[in-house]
């Protein structure tokens, strides 16, 4: 008999995230969250500049579960852009506060935001190893 499975606590609490969001800081631009069907993966649409470059892109946020395997404790990402990069991430939402690490949760390389009390604008800054890093605000659109 086969085990139904379904998405995780951790990733469905993201859905806080579905819609589009105006974003403004180091980056410039809008992006969009959707839901795949079934609700196992979370897509984000980029439409970003940052220091002056153009940057498209697609984002699929999920847990893992390889061929076999069970599935992965922690809500991961690929985001593939317009010029051929490919960046992992791990997301993280606690109460109000999303981290996104880059890489591997734990990473000195990392986003951290806060909602605001209507849910309409993510308040926080990307922190870069070495003290580099720029403020980031979305807002719902």
């Given at each position: 008999m086969s085990e139904t499975i379904q998405p995780s606590a951790e990733l469905k609490a993201l859905d806080r995230l579905v819609g589009t969001?105006?974003?403004t800081g180091g980056a410039e631009g809008t992006v969009r969250y959707e839901?795949?069907?079934?609700?196992?993966?979370?897509?984000q649409h980029v439409e970003l500049t940052q220091f002056g470059e153009r940057i498209s892109g697609l984002e699929v946020i999920g847990n893992l579960r390889p061929f076999g395997e069970p599935v992965g404790e922690d809500v991961v990402s690929r985001f593939y852009d317009s010029t051929g990069n490919t960046l992992d991430y791990v997301y993280e939402l606690t109460g109000d506060t999303l981290t996104i690490w880059a890489g591997a949760k734990g990473s000195p390389a990392y986003y951290e935001g806060r909602f605001d009390a209507a849910g309409t604008t993510v308040t926080g800054a990307w922190v870069y190893p070495g003290g580099g890093g720029y403020n980031s605000t979305m807002t719902r659109v």
């Open positions: 969001w105006s974003v839901w795949m069907p079934g609700g196992f993966f979370l897509f």
